[in-house]
């Protein structure tokens, strides 16, 4: 289970996450993230799983293992990170996707402040 301090509950920072910031995709999931300058206590992450996944059970099957296979990639991330997962389709086992779509943001935002601070 992630930490109370590291899950992502307003609905204006969900909004605001998932319009501005970095994005990656994969058939299964969106991964959304953005800076919050004030957030200081550690990456903030919130999901998204629509009732076209599944019935209440499964939504709660697939949080579950979304909350505990993101737990670990938490490391990628500064603190100041607030992420979105979105859920598109079920399947079986979402650690493959949720690892190589954190990796591939880690290395967005990774990118984009090198630019910045070049510039």
């Known amino acids: 289970m992630l930490a109370h301090?590291?899950?992502l509950r307003n609905s204006k920072d969900f909004a605001?996450?998932?319009k501005t910031g970095f994005r990656a995709t994969s058939q299964h999931l969106v991964l959304y993230a953005a800076v919050s300058p004030t957030l200081t206590t550690g990456p903030q992450v919130g999901l998204i799983i629509n009732k076209t996944?599944?019935?209440?059970?499964t939504r709660h099957r697939i949080a579950r293992q979304l909350r505990h296979a993101i737990k670990s990639d938490l490391s990628k991330f500064a603190p100041s990170i607030q992420?979105?997962?979105?859920?598109?389709?079920?399947?079986?086992?979402?650690?493959?996707?949720?690892a190589k779509l954190t990796t591939?943001?880690?290395?967005?935002i990774e990118k984009s402040r090198e630019s910045e601070a070049r510039s």
């Open 16 to 18: 605001r996450v998932t």
């Open 53 to 57: 996944v599944g019935g209440s059970v």
């Open 83 to 98: 992420m979105v997962i979105r859920v598109l389709r079920p399947i079986e086992d979402y650690t493959g996707d949720l």
């Open 5 to 7: 301090n590291h899950r």
């Open 104 to 108: 591939q943001l880690a290395e967005k």
